[in-house]
């Protein structure tokens, strides 16, 4: 399976889309959006919005999604066996505000 996930290097929805990928072992690649313009701009294109995280799998791509979301798109699609296994951090959730504090302060922004 090739999944490609357009995150925020640090964010609740985006932690949590890594803790679900993580719960399944899955590999990934973690497309960092905010530090790098080209990878926000491929991610809108390929999305058709404007909203992280998004992930593709397979080709298939789900936009603006929770970790929760993508961990029912596995398993509606049989991609992944049901699992025990308790995520490390929630898995719906947005950022806190020291976070939105600390994005704020170290990233460039560019939308």
Same mark, same amino acid.
Not at 23 to 32: F, P, R, S, V
Not at 85 to 95: E, F, H, I, L, Q
Not at 98 to 109: L, P, V
């Given at each position: 399976m090739k999944i490609k996930a357009y995150l925020k290097p640090t964010?609740?929805?985006?932690?949590?889309?890594?803790a679900i990928l993580g719960?399944?072992?899955?590999?990934?690649?973690?497309?960092?959006i905010i530090n790098h313009p080209e990878n926000y701009a491929e991610m809108v294109r390929k999305s058709g919005q404007q909203? /992280? &995280? #998004?992930v593709e799998v397979d080709g298939v791509m789900l936009a603006d999604?929770?970790?929760e979301e993508v961990e029912n798109y596995l398993l509606a699609n049989e991609l992944v066996q049901a699992s025990s296994?308790?995520?490390?951090?929630?898995?719906? /959730? &947005? #950022?806190t505000d020291?976070?939105?504090?600390?994005?704020?302060?170290?990233?460039?922004?560019f939308f």
């Open positions: 964010c609740g929805w985006s932690n949590g889309v890594r719960k399944y072992e899955l590999e990934y690649e973690d497309i960092d909203l /992280s &995280p #998004c999604v929770s970790g296994k308790d995520a490390d951090v929630p898995t719906n /959730s &947005p #950022c020291e976070e939105h504090a600390r994005m704020a302060s170290q990233t460039i922004r």
